[in-house]
């Protein structure tokens, strides 16, 4: 069964508008929460790292103050895309490392978003 | 730097095997992920290997030569829904996975 949980799977909304996607490890504690983004027919770009209790760690050319990451539990780490444009329109994963030893990522399902 | 190289795209035949090569070059390494992505959908983990040699799971088998920086994930006995893109992921001494850009796979009748 699933073990991180992705919510909304899916958002059409007007541009100017914030969306916020949740992102909940269901049955593993994760202080390290990956947000990855991913054009249609590419490879996933790592966004940023978010850390349970501090701030996000973003990647470069990844704008802080447009998609805010707010890592306030052990099981749930949130992304808000600010004032969403079209070009914002993506496909946006969620991922939780499993701190127990030799543990994979575990991908939510994915949002996609888009903005009209 | 950090890279990870894998083929763009292979194409097999239903009923064969496959294997996808993947190298990679890490600060640091704590492991090889395989990971299968179907078109719209987020990636789901197929394979693990931090030792060197073959881990086989049913169809799917994963190698690593760490001394090589290789590893590949052989498929076999294709089926049609085999079909997807295949990531290779290398995690680094800050345990962060360093993506490739991923094998996308065509499975023919």
């Known amino acids: 069964g699933a073990v991180v949980s992705q919510h909304p799977s899916w958002v059409i909304c007007k541009s100017g508008t914030s969306v916020k996607i949740e992102c909940r490890s269901l049955d593993f504690q994760a202080t390290t929460m990956f947000w990855y983004r991913q054009f249609p027919k590419q490879s996933l770009m790592l966004m940023a790292t978010?850390?349970?209790?501090?701030?996000?760690?973003?990647e470069q050319g990844v704008e802080k103050d447009k998609f805010l990451i707010n890592h306030a539990s052990l099981t749930l780490s949130t992304l808000t895309v600010t004032s969403a444009h079209p070009e914002d329109s993506s496909f946006y994963i969620c991922s939780a490392r499993d701190l127990r030893e030799n543990q994979p990522q575990h991908f939510g399902d994915g949002t996609r978003l888009s903005i009209l | 730097g950090q890279n990870i190289d894998q083929p763009t795209e292979m194409t097999a035949t239903e009923g064969a095997i496959v294997q996808i090569n993947c190298t990679y070059q890490?600060?640091?390494?704590?492991?090889l992920f395989w990971y299968q992505q179907h078109a719209g959908e987020a990636p789901t983990f197929l394979s693990y290997?931090?030792l060197d040699g073959l881990e086989e799971k049913g169809r799917f088998s994963s190698f690593l030569s760490r001394s090589k920086g290789y590893s590949y994930l052989l498929l076999k006995e294709l089926q049609m829904k085999d079909s997807a893109s295949y990531l290779c992921a290398a995690m680094d001494s800050n345990y962060q996975l360093i993506w490739g850009a991923g094998t996308k796979l065509i499975i023919k009748p």
């Open positions: 978010s850390n349970e209790g501090s701030k996000a760690t973003y």
């Open positions: 290997n931090v």
């Open positions: 890490t600060s640091g390494f704590n492991g």
